[in-house]
Structure formats: structure tokens, C-alpha cells
């Protein structure tokens, strides 16, 4: 059965794909990328790949959807089916590199934990869902990655190509998916990604937001079940 290569979003471990890691884990390979120890997409694919199995099944969230295409753009080959969830394959628009910079400095005066209950973590969830266990969660992933991870993967973001020639280039078995009220990456990137790979199937989860591994873990559990058996 074709090993199973998992990214997590920004700011986030392998905690994010918890509900997969135990839906899948008991019939497949699961390989858990790190993208924590570099500051550039190309570095961050480099090194996916390098540890990743010689042909794989790669899924990713958000910033891990972004380093998921960059995967595919070095090597293609060994992509054998794709899922991309609440992510976006354009570059950074100016008015959010300035936002970023800006998210940037406070990380390196120290304030990490207040721009993440300020600033983050309120854009995460579906406006169903804004307190509780996940939102916990989501500080203590981010807390234990720190302000080092924090600057890296922002420079990482904000220098991301355009990867719609990417996709248009890619006919393999694949999963588009979005929480349906995901407010930090509008369903219409999704969309978009659909009209850039027509042989995709495209899922939007209801009552989601940004994080539908968490949010509603069953019905990504079947939507990746699905996208797994075709």
C-alpha cells in the first residue's frame, strides 16, 4: 500500500493530522514531514523529499499544502496522488508580506504568545468553534515550535512562488479540500485549485474552518478515504 507523506500547517506538528494518524495509521506507512528547520519553500521541499519514500501519497494543510506543491514542482515522479487542504497556490499579495513583517516583529520582541491570542489563533477555527481544546491545542503547538520557527517559516511564505503552472502540470489522483468557513484561506482558493486541475476532486467541509482535520475529523477522515482508494 503507497506509504503516506503528511505536512502540517504553520506553526503546527503532527498533532494537526492527530484524527488521521489514528483513522490510517493501522493499514498504511505514515511518514510525518518536518517544516520547521528552513526558510525558503525550495529548501523546505528539498527536505521533505530527502526523507519521504522513494513513491508516496503527500498531503498538506495550509503552509504544508504550499511546501506539498513545492514537493511536486522538484519531483514530480514521485508524487502518486496529492491532496491539498485550506491552501493556497498563489504568492503572497504585498498587503500581506506588510501584515506579515509587521507579525514578524513582534515574534522577535518576544510577543509570540500575544500575536497568537491576538492575531492567529481568532482566524483559525469556524466562528462555531472559537474556544476550547483546539484552540489550546493550536497555542501549544505553536508555544513549543517558538519565535525561531515563527521568523523562518514567515520568510518561507513570503518569499513562496506561483504555483498554478505546477498544478495545471499535475494529473494524478487528486484532493482539493477546505473547511467551508475557513477565513484565513477563502474557499475560493479552492476553488480556483479545482479550475486549475479539472480531474480533482473537489470537498468543502461544513461547519470548518481553517483546520477540518480537527474541526470535523470524520468527514476529512472520508473525503481522504475516498481519495485514497480511487
Known amino acids: 500500500m503507497t506509504p503516506l507523506v503528511l505536512i502540517p500547517g504553520h506553526m503546527c506538528d503532527a498533532r494537526l493530522w492527530g484524527p488521521q494518524l489514528a483513522a490510517f495509521s493501522g493499514t498504511r506507512s505514515i511518514h510525518l514531514a518536518e517544516i520547521a528547520s528552513a526558510d525558503s519553500m525550495e529548501a523546505l521541499g528539498t527536505a521533505v523529499l530527502a526523507q519521504a519514500p522513494p513513491h508516496f501519497a503527500l498531503a498538506g494543510l495550509s503552509m504544508g499544502g504550499i511546501v506539498a506543491m513545492e514537493v511536486v514542482r522538484q519531483a514530480p515522479g514521485r508524487v502518486e496522488r496529492i491532496a491539498l487542504l485550506d491552501t493556497n497556490p498563489l504568492p503572497e499579495a504585498d498587503h500581506v508580506k506588510a501584515a506579515r513583517r509587521a507579525s514578524m516583529a ?12 491576538e492575531a492567529m489563533l481568532p482566524l483559525y477555527l469556524s466562528e462555531s468553534g472559537l474556544t476550547g481544546p483546539i484552540l489550546d491545542l493550536c497555542h501549544d503547538m505553536a508555544m513549543a515550535l517558538g519565535p525561531d520557527v515563527f521568523l523562518r517559516q514567515s520568510r518561507a511564505l513570503m518569499a513562496r512562488p506561483d504555483q498554478q503552472d505546477t498544478l495545471r502540470g499535475l494529473n494524478r ?13 477563502p474557499p475560493k482558493r479552492a476553488h480556483l485549485m479545482a479550475e486549475l486541475m479539472p480531474h480533482a476532486r473537489l470537498e468543502l467541509i461544513a461547519d470548518a ?9 470524520e468527514a476529512t477522515n472520508a473525503a481522504l478515504r475516498r481519495w485514497l482508494e480511487d
Open 106 to 117: 513582534r515574534a522577535e520582541a518576544g510577543e509570540l504568545g500575544s500575536l497568537l491570542q
Open 209 to 217: 474552518g481553517h483546520l477540518p482535520t480537527l474541526e470535523q475529523p
Open 173 to 185: 489522483p487528486a484532493l482539493i479540500l477546505s473547511g467551508a468557513q475557513d477565513r484565513l484561506v
